[in-house]
């Protein structure tokens, strides 16, 4: 079907301001995960033979427990599960505040401070129509996820970033936002343990997050999808679970990244009884709730945590193996006690010549030449984070994938 020049002309006049107005679809730059495909589908012309190992996928490699998955079509088959879930069943929040004690040791939440999301992508797109009039501000950490910013934006209001640097363990400097940002913010978004750094925060930083917030006045929003993905001893770490909290914030929990749950798209937000509500009222103008049966099967899950610490173990071994062979390799990579992330400055060249002037330079070469996938990130500083779920199923496969990664930069020396 043809469409008349009018017609398409008053409908590139009518695009709102917030995605490019009348210049939407014109924009001719190219961002980085369109780069990074591209560069795998270069890769893989010029290297049809060779396996492309992907260490850039911020997805787990495994399906959902068999136990969750049996639950869920146990609960789908049912015909009172078939209708709108609206803003959530009661039987979800309350397998969610279960979860929060048993993992995070937060205590008394009620139904009223619980309320399911279909993932957090979601709550984190929503939340700023709770809180965000023109001019309002949300300070945000970078790098990081931008969804929080993006809907600041839209709705007109400004956002300012803290670096996550390498010296302050990847934590935003508080003391560092000027008093005129900190008047005018509504928001703080936070995410640990965190992505791309894989950093984890620790009791006595969510203490000073708490009395910063109430000082300024502004709302914590605490991102916690890798929250029980800890390791070598380190007990998962809620941001609830420090006193204050939740006079001041909320936290998103996500069923994506710990119970192997990507696209089941089922999360929960927790705690300031007043922001779950309000988010409440913005969600149910935005969308009818979560399958039912994906509902009940998630709180199986919730009930069940010992799946994700199963899940934590396997990170933790592959996180062990990277580890290893990036330092043989001349890197400096340390294992983060959290998240399926290990992020490593990026060499500034080697040793025939070449140079590698940011992150997104190495990371490039590497797909290019090496066929070994991973993300840049140039936002405070060059580095690439590696993730480890990479395809590989078993640990003799593991073994085998870090093993090639190994054999092909051998015979690179790298310069930092």
Known sequence: MSIDIH????????????????????????????????????????????????MGVGEPDEMADARI??????????????????????????????????????????????????????????????????????????????????????????????????????????????D???????????????????ASATAEFFAEVVDWARRHSVVVVHDA??????????????????PGAKDVGVELHSLSKSY???????GFIAGNPLVVKAFGDVKDNNDSGQFIAIQK????????????????EKYSRRHNMLVEVLNELGFTAEKPKGSFFLYVEAPTGIRDGRRFASGEDFSQFLIREKMISTVP????????????????DGEDEEK???SEIRRRLSDIEFEF
């Open 7 to 54: 017609q398409k002309s008053y409908i590139q006049q009518n695009f709102a301001n917030r995605i490019g107005g009348a210049d939407y679809g014109k924009d001719t730059a190219i961002y980085k995960f369109e780069k990074i495909k591209r560069a795998k589908a270069a890769a893989k012309l010029e290297h049809p033979h060779m396996e492309l190992i992907d």
């Open 69 to 178: 998955v049996a639950k869920l079509a146990q609960e789908a088959a049912k015909r009172e599960n078939r209708g709108y879930a609206d803003n959530g069943i009661a039987e979800f929040k309350q397998a969610a505040a279960r979860y929060l004690k048993n993992v995070f040791g937060v205590v008394g939440l009620d139904e009223a401070e619980v309320l399911h999301s279909i993932g957090t992508k979601p709550a984190l797109a929503m939340l700023p129509t709770c809180f965000i009039n023109p001019g309002d501000v949300t300070i945000m950490t970078v790098p990081g996820y931008p969804v929080l910013g993006t809907h600041t934006k839209y709705l007109g209001g400004e956002v300012f970033t803290v670096e996550l640097k390498k010296e302050n363990a990847f934590l935003p400097d508080l003391s560092s936002i000027p």
């Open 180 to 198: 005129d940002i900190a008047r005018r913010a509504k928001l703080l978004y936070l995410n640990y343990p965190n992505n791309p750094t894989g």
């Open 225 to 242: 999808p890798y929250a029980a993905l800890t390791y070598d001893g380190l007990k998962p770490l809620s941001f609830l679970s420090v």
């Open 260 to 266: 192997n749950m990507t696209g089941w798209r089922i």
């Open 297 to 312: 099967a998630a709180a199986y899950g919730l009930d069940h945590p010992q799946i994700t610490e199963k899940i934590a």
């Open 377 to 392: 990130w140039d936002d405070a500083g060059h580095f690439v984070r590696f993730s480890v779920t990479f395809i590989a």
């Open 400 to 402: 085998r994938v870090i």
